[in-house]
């Protein structure tokens, strides 16, 4: 079989499944598609739109080479304000004994820095693993209104088909953007510290296909996984695993010499 890249075809594909799509007629699958699309558009609205246009995410924009970690790192300077007054309250709350307030404060910048740690380590380790779903996903979509009338065992054989043509194309246009930027450091043009950023399903949509609406949805997926990464790690995991760590560092050194307390 061979296969060729067709974005203005994938792209009226992608047309045609919006306007008409056999997943909306469900009466089953309906109510939760109304569900999803309402979360999706309140997050993009009240979160995602406000964080890509705040003045800090602007200042962070210029100082690191990929937007999407602007959402990590406010992440964590939240995190870190937050957790900065809890320690402040904790030190200074007089309804305390002045070891169990150490103690405390211990355990929420513990908190802080092994989640802040945890949460990066997780993202990145799961950044590979998330640009392979997201293809998939882009294909699915972007092939749905094709596979209609197709038996199982030859819808998987399409996808699978498409979704390594998408690869190809995808590596292919990561080759050509590369020679480009190494062009302009050898002439000067940008510095010869920067780092060139591999280029994602969502960066190749928005540029060779021209579907922002499936570019917004791929994003969008990108920030769910990182609120997700870190709001878990932050608010459940690590809350757990450090306490013990956090009574350790008590008991050995703020309670030293006292058995009593």
Known sequence: MNISLQTNNFNSQYNARRSNTSFGKSPFLEPLKRVADKSTDAIAKHYTSKLYQSGITGWLAKRVDNLNSVVDHIQVVGSAIISGMYMEQTLTNKNLDPEKRKTLA??????????????????????????????????ANLEQKAMENMTKEERKAHKKA??????KAIEEWNKAENAKFDAKVRIGEISADSKYTNKTVADYISKKMSNPELTKQIKGMGVLKKLFIFGTIYRFISPVAVTPLANWIGDAFIYKGDEKK
């Open 162 to 167: 498409k979704f390594e043509e998408l690869n």
């Open 106 to 139: 211990v355990n929420q910048f513990l908190t802080f820095a092994v989640s802040t740690l945890l949460s990066y380590v997780l993202d990145k380790k799961l950044d590979t693993k998330w640009e392979q779903l997201t293809r998939k996903y882009a294909v």
